[in-house]
């Protein structure tokens, strides 16, 4: 059975640092991993998704790197911003109809 | 990409009634499916939402208790069943891409939020 763990749970940095959010996955098998947004009591925004075959995605300030064969993979923002302020969710999809496991969270605070 | 909507987008209802979650999806589809987040929890998958057939459900959840409509590739309905306190949570629909393909990109809806008393 799949298994997805975040680390840390909670991170609070300042404005304007760089960070790196982590997500470990048991199964090496996967088809894609997938790194969401989600803001407080609203549903999810999709900020990127990596394919089993590639190593890096990157989107504005976002990248993230996917290490298949180690079970890992991590989400670096450059540049943070108050407005980056949300929990970070990554799931990982098996393939088996398209399902989706998640991972437990980093709630993120981006301070002035 | 494709926009998902969801009705109601919150309630609080009372112990031993039901509630019809419905989900709108701007373009067709071939997968749907129904998350739960209790609170201060993950996602956990209800079920896979199959057109024209019944939902596929996952180890600890039954028809029964979140009986799940797909009549086309754009709508879907989850009931909530005599609910319990317990059933109190963020209620999520999600979609894969339109091609369908397991690779694709998932979205999702804004999410209910349902609280029983």
């Known amino acids: 059975k799949q298994e997805v763990t975040q680390i840390p749970a909670a991170l609070s940095v300042p404005e304007g640092e760089n960070l790196v959010l982590n997500c470990s996955f048991t199964d090496s098998a996967i088809y894609n991993l997938q790194w969401f947004r989600q803001d407080p009591g609203k549903g999810l925004t999709s900020l990127l998704l990596?394919?089993?075959?590639?190593r890096e995605q990157t989107s504005g300030r976002l990248n993230a790197s996917l290490d298949k064969s180690s079970g890992r993979s991590t989400l670096y923002i450059a540049a943070s911003q108050p407005g980056d302020s949300a929990t970070y969710l990554c799931?990982?999809?098996?393939?088996?109809?398209?399902?989706?496991?998640f991972g437990t969270g980093t709630r993120l605070q981006v301070t002035l | 990409s494709a926009v998902i909507s969801q009705k109601p987008s919150r309630d609080i209802c009372q112990r031993g009634t039901s509630l019809t979650i419905q989900c709108q999806v701007d373009s067709q589809v071939t997968m749907m499916f129904w998350y739960r987040q209790q609170p201060g929890q993950s996602l956990t998958l209800i079920a896979t939402?199959?057109?024209?057939?019944?939902?596929?459900?996952e180890s600890g959840f039954v028809i029964d208790k979140f009986p799940i409509s797909r009549p086309n590739l754009t709508f879907s309905t989850l009931t909530v069943s005599n609910m319990s306190p317990e059933d109190s949570s963020i209620y999520l629909c999600?979609?894969?891409?339109?091609?369908?393909?397991?690779?694709?990109?998932?979205?999702f809806g804004p999410g209910t939020r349902l609280t029983v008393l």
């Open positions: 799931a990982v999809n098996t393939g088996t109809a398209s399902k989706l496991t």
């Open positions: 939402a199959n057109q024209g057939s019944e939902a596929t459900y």
């Open positions: 999600s979609v894969s891409g339109t091609s369908g393909r397991s690779t694709d990109t998932q979205y």
């Open positions: 990596i394919q089993s075959s590639q």
